[in-house]
């Protein structure tokens, strides 16, 4: 049954190339194929595709900003700390929550009721706010 259904079907498929084939005008001799007209026709589609390609691109990028500044979560700073590793500190609320990134998991480090870290500090200075930050926390 399965044989007979593929048979059929290939049967279709070759007709539908039959008259596709049919249906392709010949050109004359000495007729052009590529006229000025045609060439402009194709570069001002050409155009309205990149110009729907940027304005969606735009659209998505404003969407994602303005839906950003709604969320509870930020994150504030990150570290490299291997080819895959990564400490980050997120602004979840009033809170920071120290994280430890890896391919494979999340972990909790640490919870800090006050910020580490402001949200108007450069990235620079995550590193050293963060070794004081874990020093203050070993202490007891």
């Given at each position: 049954m399965r044989a007979f259904k593929r048979f059929i079907a290939s049967l279709g498929a070759l007709g539908s190339t039959a008259v596709l084939a049919a249906e392709q005008p010949t050109l004359a001799k000495g007729q052009e194929v590529l006229t000025g007209s045609s060439i402009a026709q194709v570069v001002l589609a050409l155009g309205v595709v990149l110009a729907a390609i940027?304005?969606?691109?735009?659209?998505?990028k404003r969407i994602?900003?303005?839906?950003?500044?709604?969320?509870?979560?930020?994150?504030?700073?990150?570290l490299?700390?291997?080819?895959?590793?990564?400490?980050?500190?997120?602004?979840?609320?009033e809170k920071q929550v120290l994280l430890g990134v890896t391919a494979g998991s999340i972990s909790h480090l640490a919870s800090y009721d006050e910020p580490?870290?402001?949200?108007d500090t450069p990235k620079e200075a995550f590193a050293v706010s963060l070794r004081q930050a874990m020093q203050r926390e070993d202490k007891p």
């Open positions: 940027f304005l969606l691109a735009w659209l998505a994602n900003g303005v839906h950003a500044a709604h969320q509870q979560m930020k994150v504030v700073a990150t490299a700390v291997g080819t895959r590793e990564r400490v980050m500190l997120v602004q979840v609320g580490v870290i402001p949200q």
